[in-house]
């Protein structure tokens, strides 16, 4: 007997929404033209974005930043820069709205301050493991110095959980484990203006899209270096991933990405879609294969007002 849709059997609450924020060292916002409804904010704006995500009940927001280019560098020492954008925009929010009510989450990873465009240091023309490591745990210190909740390493590299844990024992690790070399990227990086040199790309360190077992043994490995959450990212195309993870003792983030924003975008402002309905369905999508935290660029839209009429 088929049987017709009813009310959700997995709940969809604000509380499982992260608001991933841009934020730049600007007086004023700028459009992001691939991500429409997005901008980078001053940090003015920043604030009270964090203070409206707050208000609708969004669990946390995310930080990530547009460096200017005279900032970076091969080394990428504008990272743990103390009065760079990221720790002076976490020491706004926490001097407006105190420690209570929302979790900052910052984003470990070096390519918004690299020369390159790549989320490590680069040697002799490769990523160089263990010294974007150790740049790394400069940066998450800086940032849980700053006033970060949480950390979130998004850079794959091998021990990078266990370094940051050493030198942060009590800090809370949200580690990029299951992390692709995706195309779903691009609207992100224009954002950031951290695409990689041309010619190059993040293969040798992202995962491949091709090889389901590897985001298990990648997964796996961050456990036991202590990671508190699991992402995966992209969502959508990976929810078989999602699902495989359900039963890893750690609890499971999924990050629905700028490309997967960007498509939903252009098909609704084409007329081709019910943006809210496909926005819930996906929500729903990621929740019911295991997610319990979801970062969206739709969060505090859900939040605010889709929610109260489903």
Known sequence: MRHAAGRAKVPLRASNL????????????????????????????????????RDAGVWGVALFPKVESQLKSVMCE????????????????????????????????????????????????KVDNEATVEALV????????????????????DGRVHAIKTALPNSIVMAYSAKYASAFYGPFRDALGSAPTPGTDKKTYQMNPANAKEALLE?????????????VKPGLPYLDILKSLKDF??????????????????????????EREEVLDTMFAFRDAGAELILTYYATQVAEDWLKHY
């Open 138 to 157: 400069k940066q998450a210190v800086c940032q849980y110095n700053a006033g970060s909740d949480i950390i979130a390493p998004s850079d794959m590299m």
């Open 249 to 274: 003792s750690a609890p499971l983030a999924v990050y629905h990405v700028s490309g997967e924003y960007a498509m939903i975008k252009a098909a609704a402002e084409a007329g081709r879609i019910d």
């Open 78 to 125: 504008e990272a743990w820069n103390p009065d760079g954008v990221i720790p002076r925009a976490l020491k706004a929010v926490r001097e407006e709205i105190g420690t209570g009510g929302i979790k900052l989450v910052t984003d470990v990873a070096l390519d918004p301050y690299s020369s390159s465009g790549q989320d490590g240091i680069v040697i002799d023309g």
């Open 18 to 53: 992260i608001q991933p924020l841009f934020v730049h060292d600007r007086g004023t916002n700028e459009v992001i033209p691939s991500m429409p409804g997005q901008v980078r904010h001053s940090i003015d704006s920043f604030v009270n974005e964090v203070k409206r995500a």
């Open 219 to 231: 997964c796996h490995h961050d456990i036991l270096e202590g990671a508190d959450y699991l992402m």
